[in-house]
């Protein structure tokens, strides 16, 4: 390849692009296989994108290798049928979307070995048309799963056993901003991004920050408790969400929590986040505002390889510092970033680079700088950059957020593994999680939230290699068992899913597995809300309903 070409564009490339990148990826689209023309699709989630310049595309997809372009009548039942009408009656028959080649981009989220067609997309716009719709499927005995963006990296967002996906893009409104009590009320088909944004004006944002926040939606975020960058000083989501309005899966609507963040009663706030949707679809959310900090100070350490950059994160918080953010960045990623669009000037001869953020108050600052920076230097650091102005951090985060996409030139497909490990073993856990790709002839690199110890194995492969999407399946599970082994936990941020929900067993006992069961139980006890998600399900949902099929087949390939 060339230096310059321009190759299949990547899921995270695109979600990060700017609206030129895109559309040379749509240009650039007509040659590529199906599963990555979905995800070129992903931004059409949102029903603006599908009436206009996207929406042609999508009537006329060249791509698609379907002949059945005429209307899907959700199957050949009257069950069906009284369901869509049902359906179409609550939202209106725009919102109701049943076409194969409509269906085709929710097909699969940004996990993309994982799919399931859904047998339809309901795009409700309040709180009510949610309760009604779940009303209907329950009804008809459908299950139903809600989505957001669509770019989880589990599988959360499937619809299995021929269900509906209730999709939340329509619901995008900030409803109320109050800078006093520092909290806002969302609904949850509000990008992530876009809420800091809007209380920009306050001096004010949103903590939990995502790789993907410019796509993300807030709905999504609580149901997988979601991460990010500056997860190190701020907390996940769970820190910042201080009430919720849940359409529970029996249609009811109820209200969680607090704008105070003290609720009566049991913590069932605390239970919904990270409940990955099977609790009940989140229609409203009221989410803590942080006050933007005086300074903010960005270090690049350049190191000589991956470990001792670990060993740097280690030592700097041994040392007391609490730094916003410590993210590494391996060769092999920075070899991909600085060919893409998101070049960002990164030393292509180092082992790998750490991004370090201090921020809070003026006269604190400067000092912990100072004192991370003599940290890295003592262990190993080749030197270590300091950004001088907002351009220049910029810059430096740009490696970082736009690694993901970057990588879209390295093959057809990522696999991103997530996982958490003690932080002190961070070092040797590398070397061995390495080892695991070189012993499967992967092509295996690390970008990662270092300071939590949260790691994130990217594989990059072609799922049309049968033996290749076997490899990956296999490097992805030892990964998992050695991070269990070392005391670490099978997901940091990504969720649990499809993708894990058998590999659940490394971590909890059937005891309590059944504990967690029965909270599931407790809210839909006819396990019609996001079946066949977090629990290895084989026995779970034919024990517990037999009506439900089809939950533990998820088609991969
Ligand atoms: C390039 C890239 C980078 C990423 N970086 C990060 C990162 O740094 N940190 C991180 O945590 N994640 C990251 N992710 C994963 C993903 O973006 C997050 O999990 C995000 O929260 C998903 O939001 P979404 O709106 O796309 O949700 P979806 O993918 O649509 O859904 C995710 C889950 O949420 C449920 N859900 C959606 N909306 C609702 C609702 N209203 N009520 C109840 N349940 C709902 C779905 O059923 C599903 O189980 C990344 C993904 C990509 C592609």
Same mark, same amino acid.
């Given at each position: 390849?060339?230096?310059?070409?321009?190759?299949?564009?990547?899921?995270?490339?695109?979600?990060? /692009?700017?609206?030129?990148?895109?559309?040379? @990826?749509?240009?650039? *689209?007509?040659? $590529?296989?199906?599963?990555?023309?979905?995800?070129?699709?992903?931004?059409?989630?949102?029903?603006?994108?599908?009436?206009?310049?996207?929406?042609?595309?999508?009537?006329?997809?060249?791509?698609? *290798?379907?002949?059945?372009?005429?209307?899907?009548?959700?199957?050949? /039942?009257?069950?069906?049928?009284?369901?869509?009408?049902?359906?179409?009656?609550?939202?209106?028959?725009?919102?109701?979307?049943?076409?194969?080649?409509?269906?085709?981009?929710?097909? @699969?989220?940004?996990?993309?070995?994982?799919?399931?067609?859904?047998?339809?997309? $309901?795009?409700?716009?309040?709180?009510?048309?949610?309760?009604?719709?779940?009303?209907?499927?329950? #009804?008809?005995? =459908?299950?139903?799963?809600?989505?957001?963006?669509?770019?989880?990296?589990?599988?959360?967002? !499937? *619809?299995?056993?021929?269900?509906?996906?209730?999709?939340?893009?329509?619901?995008?409104?900030?409803?109320? =901003?109050?800078?006093?009590?520092?909290?806002?009320? =969302?609904?949850?088909?509000?990008?992530?991004?876009?809420? /800091? #944004?809007?209380?920009?004006?306050?001096?004010?944002? %949103?903590?939990?920050?995502?790789?993907?926040?410019?796509?993300?939606?807030?709905?999504?975020?609580?149901?997988?408790?979601?991460?990010?960058?500056?997860?190190?000083?701020?907390?996940?989501?769970?820190?910042?969400?201080?009430?919720?309005?849940?359409?529970?899966?029996?249609?009811?609507?109820?209200?969680?929590?607090?704008?105070?963040?003290?609720?009566?009663? %049991?913590?069932?706030?605390?239970?919904?986040?990270?409940?990955?949707?099977?609790?009940?679809?989140?229609?409203?959310?009221?989410?803590?505002?942080?006050?933007?900090?005086?300074?903010?100070?960005?270090?690049?350490?350049?190191?000589?390889?991956?470990? /001792?950059?670990?060993?740097?994160?280690?030592?700097?918080?041994?040392?007391?510092?609490?730094?916003?953010?410590?993210? $590494?960045?391996?060769?092999?990623?920075?070899? *991909?970033?600085?060919?893409?669009?998101?070049?960002?000037?990164?030393?292509?001869? @180092?082992?790998?680079?750490?991004?370090?953020?201090?921020?809070?108050?003026?006269?604190?600052?400067?000092?912990?700088?100072?004192?991370?920076?003599?940290?890295?230097?003592?262990?190993?650091?080749?030197?270590?950059?300091?950004?001088?102005?907002?351009?220049?951090?910029?810059?430096?985060?740009?490696?970082?957020?736009?690694?993901?996409?970057?990588?879209?030139?390295?093959?057809?497909?990522?696999?991103?593994?997530?996982?958490?490990?003690?932080?002190? +073993?961070?070092?040797? $856990?590398?070397?061995?999680?390495?080892?695991?790709?070189? #012993?499967?002839? !992967?092509? !295996?690199?690390?970008?990662?939230?270092?300071?939590?110890?949260?790691?994130?194995?990217?594989?990059?492969?072609?799922?049309?290699?049968?033996?290749?999407?076997?490899?990956?399946?296999?490097?992805?599970?030892?990964?998992?068992?050695?991070?269990?082994?070392?005391?670490?936990?099978?997901?940091?941020?990504?969720?649990?899913?499809?993708?894990?929900?058998?590999?659940?067993?490394?971590?909890?006992?059937?005891?309590?597995?059944?504990?967690?069961?029965?909270?599931?139980?407790?809210?839909?006890?006819?396990?019609?809300?996001?079946?066949? #998600?977090?629990?290895?399900?084989?026995?779970?949902?034919?024990?517990?309903?037999? +009506?439900?099929?089809? %939950?533990?087949?998820?088609?991969?390939?």
């Amino acid at each position: 390849m060339t230096q310059g070409e321009r190759v299949r564009p990547g899921i995270g490339e695109l979600l990060g /692009s700017p609206a030129d990148d895109r559309r040379i @990826a749509f240009e650039g *689209a007509q040659g $590529i296989s199906p599963w990555q023309a979905r995800f070129i699709l992903l931004k059409g989630t949102n029903p603006l994108f599908r009436r206009g310049r996207l929406g042609k595309l999508l009537r006329y997809p060249r791509w698609v *290798a379907t002949s059945q372009h005429q209307r899907n009548d959700m199957g050949p /039942s009257s069950n069906s049928s009284s369901l869509e009408a049902a359906l179409r009656d609550v939202v209106g028959s725009d919102q109701v979307l049943t076409r194969p080649e409509e269906l085709f981009v929710y097909e @699969a989220d940004g996990l993309t070995h994982h799919s399931a067609r859904p047998r339809a997309v $309901i795009l409700p716009a309040t709180t009510e048309e949610v309760a009604r719709v779940v009303k209907a499927c329950r #009804k008809h005995e =459908v299950p139903f799963v809600p989505r957001g963006a669509g770019t989880g990296l589990s599988g959360g967002a !499937l *619809a299995l056993a021929d269900g509906v996906i209730i999709e939340c893009a329509r619901m995008n409104r900030i409803l109320r =901003v109050d800078p006093g009590d520092r909290f806002a009320v =969302v609904q949850p088909g509000v990008v992530n991004a876009d809420l /800091s #944004k809007a209380v920009l004006q306050h001096g004010l944002f %949103y903590a939990p920050d995502p790789s993907s926040q410019q796509a993300c939606t807030l709905g999504g975020n609580v149901a997988e408790n979601s991460g990010g960058p500056h997860t190190l000083k701020y907390g996940t989501t769970t820190n910042h969400v201080l009430a919720l309005e849940l359409v529970l899966p029996d249609g009811n609507v109820v209200r969680l929590g607090s704008p105070t963040g003290w609720p009566a009663g %049991y913590d069932l706030v605390g239970a919904v986040v990270g409940s990955e949707g099977t609790l009940g679809i989140v229609t409203e959310a009221t989410v803590r505002l942080t006050p933007i900090p005086e300074r903010t100070e960005t270090l690049l350490g350049i190191f000589p390889d991956v470990v /001792s950059a670990c060993r740097a994160v280690g030592a700097i918080i041994r040392s007391g510092l609490v730094p916003a953010a410590m993210e $590494i960045v391996d060769r092999r990623t920075i070899e *991909a970033v600085e060919a893409s669009v998101y070049a960002a000037g990164l030393p292509t001869d @180092a082992g790998a680079v750490l991004i370090m953020e201090l921020d809070g108050p003026a006269v604190a600052v400067g000092v912990q700088a100072e004192r991370t920076q003599a940290l890295a230097l003592a262990e190993g650091a080749r030197e270590v950059q300091v950004a001088r102005d907002e351009e220049e951090r910029q810059r430096f985060w740009r490696a970082r957020k736009g690694a993901f996409g970057a990588m879209g030139r390295l093959a057809p497909d990522l696999y991103v593994n997530d996982a958490v490990v003690p932080r002190r +073993k961070l070092p040797e $856990i590398l070397e061995a999680v390495c080892a695991i790709g070189d #012993k499967h002839g !992967l092509r !295996l690199s690390n970008v990662f939230h270092a300071g939590d110890g949260n790691l994130h194995p990217n594989i990059s492969f072609d799922r049309r290699d049968a033996d290749e999407l076997a490899r990956v399946l296999k490097a992805g599970k030892e990964i998992l068992q050695l991070c269990v082994e070392a005391g670490g936990v099978i997901s940091g941020e990504h969720g649990i899913g499809t993708e894990k929900r058998d590999y659940m067993g490394l971590l909890f006992s059937d005891d309590d597995l059944d504990a967690m069961k029965k909270l599931r139980a407790a809210f839909d006890p006819t396990l019609t809300c996001n079946p066949g #998600k977090l629990f290895p399900t084989t026995r779970f949902c034919y024990e517990a309903n037999p +009506k439900a099929r089809g %939950y533990d087949q998820v088609p991969l390939g």
